[in-house]
C-alpha cells in the first residue's frame, strides 16, 4: 500500500500532467476557414423594347453572407445610373433602329462584384403607311384610372369610354367616381361626364356602356344606376336608379342590339329587360336554378337568351344558361374546361357570342395559379363542335364579331404580377385561329378594351403595368396602323 507521501507525489505528477496539456490547447491555432463570399447570377434580358427606350431586367441578386447589394447601369461603357436597389432598369431617349451594348454590374458592401454584358436594339422608326396615333390622358391631377372599364365606338369613329377614377387621399368619403368620356376619331378628349360617386369595392362594380338611338345616345351603367347621356355634347338626358328593383345588388353583365330592349344582368343572378327609350323595366325574372353572377348576354335569332355565369365555387365545369325572351328558363349547357394536364382548377366564362346561325363561340379561362385559355363552339342545341386542347396562357377579356363576320377576342397575356401583353387573336367562325397579335413592342401593359375600325385597324385603350419610372397611371390611347393588324 503507498503511504501518505507517496500519494501526495502522485497527485503532484497528475495535476502536473494536466496543466502541460491545457497549455498545449490553448498554443494550438484555430483550423476554421471562412468561406469565400459570392453573389448569385444575373441573368440579363431585354424585357421590353420601343422606338427610344430598352428596359433591361435581371434577376435579384444574393449573397453568400447576406451583404445588401446596388446596381450600376452602363450604355455603351457610359454610367448611367449607380446605386439601384431594383432589378429593372430603362434607358431612354435612344435613337430608333440602333443597337446598344448594356453592361449591369452588381456591387455588394463587401466589395463583391458581379457583372453581364448583353446587346440590344430599340425598334426601327415608324414609316408614314405605319405610323400610329398615341395619345395619353389624365383628366384629373389628383386622379389614376381604376379597375376595368367598357369601351364602344361611335359610327363617326370616335370612343365613348366608361370607367372609375380613383382619387383616395384626397376625397376618401368617394373614392370612386364613374366618368364617361368620348375621344374623337383624331385621339382628342372631346368631354367628359362625371356621373357617379362610391366608396364601395369596384371589382364588385362591373361598368357597361352601350350605343342606342342609332349611335345619338349612349347608356352607361355603373353600380345600379343607368344614364342617357348624348353622345355628340355629353348631355345627361335620362337617369334612373334601380336600386328599388334590384335591392343593393348591382348591374354585372349588359346585352343590346338594334332592337328598342336591352338585357341586364345583376349581381344576384337576375335578369331584366330594360326598354332603352325610358330605361323603365319591361320584365324582371330570377332563374331558380342560379348559380353565379351573369357576365356575358347574347342573343339569337328568335330572340332567346344565352349567358355565361362566374360561379366562385370551383367546379369542373362551366355553365351556359337558355332563356326566352322573357328571361323564363329553358336549359343550361355545361362546358368541360379542363385542359391536357390540368388538375384542381378554377373555372370562368367571360363572354360568349351567339352567330346568324345560332351557334354558340364561348371563351373562359382556368386557373389555380396560372391563367389559361378555354373556348368552345356549340351548335344551337348545345353539342360541342370545337375546343381547344392546347393551352394558352392568356385571360380573354372581351370578344366580337367584326364586319367580315370573324371572330375577335382581346386578352392580356400575364407571366408575372408586373409583366404581362395585350394581344388581339383573329378566328373563323370555326374558331380557328388566323392571327394572333402581341403588342410585344410596348413596355409591359394590359389592355382595357378595343374596338375595330372599317379600315381594319383598331383602338387600344391600354394601362402601362410598369415604365422607368414606375408611376404611369394614365389611360393611354393607340389607333392603329394597318401594318399592325
Request: aromatic share 12%; glycine share 6%; hydrophobic share 35%.
Amino acid at each position: 500500500m503507498f503511504n501518505v507521501s507517496q500519494i501526495l507525489c502522485l497527485l503532484f505528477l497528475a495535476l502536473l500532467g494536466l496543466s502541460c496539456s491545457k497549455k498545449s490547447l490553448i498554443d494550438s491555432k484555430d483550423e476554421f476557414t471562412e468561406q469565400t463570399a459570392q453573389l448569385s447570377e444575373l441573368k440579363l434580358e431585354t424585357s421590353a423594347a420601343g422606338t427610344q427606350f430598352l428596359e433591361i431586367s435581371w434577376n435579384p441578386l444574393t449573397h453568400t453572407h447576406y451583404k445588401s447589394i446596388t446596381y450600376s447601369a452602363y450604355l455603351n461603357e457610359h454610367l448611367v445610373v449607380e446605386g439601384l436597389n431594383v432589378s429593372k432598369f430603362s434607358f431612354i431617349n435612344l435613337e430608333a433602329g440602333k443597337e446598344y451594348r448594356i453592361k449591369i454590374v452588381a456591387m455588394s458592401t463587401d466589395g463583391v462584384k458581379a457583372e453581364q454584358v448583353i446587346d440590344g436594339k430599340t425598334l426601327p422608326p415608324p414609316t408614314e403607311s405605319s405610323r400610329e396615333l398615341y395619345q395619353e390622358y389624365r383628366i384629373h391631377s389628383f386622379s389614376t384610372f381604376s379597375g376595368e372599364g367598357s369601351v364602344i365606338r361611335c359610327p363617326d369613329g370616335s370612343n365613348i369610354m366608361l370607367r372609375y377614377l380613383d382619387h383616395p387621399l384626397f376625397f376618401s368619403d368617394e373614392r370612386y367616381k364613374a366618368t364617361l368620356f368620348k375621344i374623337d376619331a383624331n385621339g382628342n378628349l372631346i368631354w367628359y361626364r362625371i356621373l357617379s360617386s362610391t366608396d364601395a369595392d369596384i371589382m364588385n362594380a362591373p361598368l357597361n356602356v352601350i350605343l342606342t338611338n342609332q349611335g345619338k345616345d349612349c347608356i352607361a351603367f355603373s353600380e345600379n344606376r343607368a344614364f342617357k347621356v348624348e353622345t355628340a355634347s355629353g348631355n345627361i338626358l335620362l337617369s334612373r336608379d334601380f336600386k328599388g328593383a334590384i335591392a343593393d345588388y348591382n348591374f354585372s353583365a349588359i346585352f343590346h342590339d338594334d332592337s328598342e330592349e336591352i338585357i341586364a344582368g345583376t349581381t344576384d343572378g337576375q335578369l331584366l329587360g330594360i326598354h332603352a327609350d325610358n330605361l323603365n323595366t319591361i320584365w324582371q325574372q330570377r332563374n331558380s336554378n342560379y348559380r353565379g353572377i351573369p357576365v356575358s348576354i347574347a342573343r339569337d335569332k328568335e330572340k332567346n337568351i344565352y349567358y355565361a355565369v362566374r360561379d366562385d365555387k370551383r367546379h369542373t365545369e362551366m355553365f351556359i344558361y337558355k332563356c326566352n325572351s322573357k328571361g323564363e328558363f329553358i336549359g343550361e349547357f355545361l362546358l368541360d374546361a379542363t385542359g391536357p394536364g390540368d388538375n384542381i382548377v378554377y373555372l370562368v366564362l367571360t363572354n360568349i357570342l351567339v352567330d346568324t346561325d345560332n351557334n354558340i363561340y364561348a371563351f373562359g379561362y382556368n386557373s389555380d395559379y396560372d391563367i389559361y385559355l378555354r373556348y368552345f363552339k356549340l351548335s344551337p342545341n348545345g353539342t360541342l363542335l370545337k375546343k381547344n386542347l392546347v393551352s394558352e396562357r392568356l385571360y380573354p377579356k372581351q370578344a366580337f364579331f367584326n364586319s367580315k363576320g370573324e371572330i375577335i377576342m382581346i386578352g392580356n397575356k400575364r407571366q408575372g404580377p408586373f409583366n404581362g401583353q395585350g394581344g388581339i387573336f383573329v378566328m373563323d367562325k370555326e374558331m380557328t385561329i388566323k392571327t394572333r397579335t402581341f403588342r410585344t413592342e410596348i413596355p409591359f401593359h394590359g389592355f382595357v378594351g378595343v374596338t375595330d375600325n372599317q379600315d381594319g385597324t383598331y383602338n387600344l385603350f391600354l394601362h402601362y403595368i410598369t415604365t422607368y419610372s414606375y408611376s404611369n397611371n394614365n389611360l393611354v390611347y393607340i389607333r392603329t396602323s394597318n401594318e399592325k393588324n
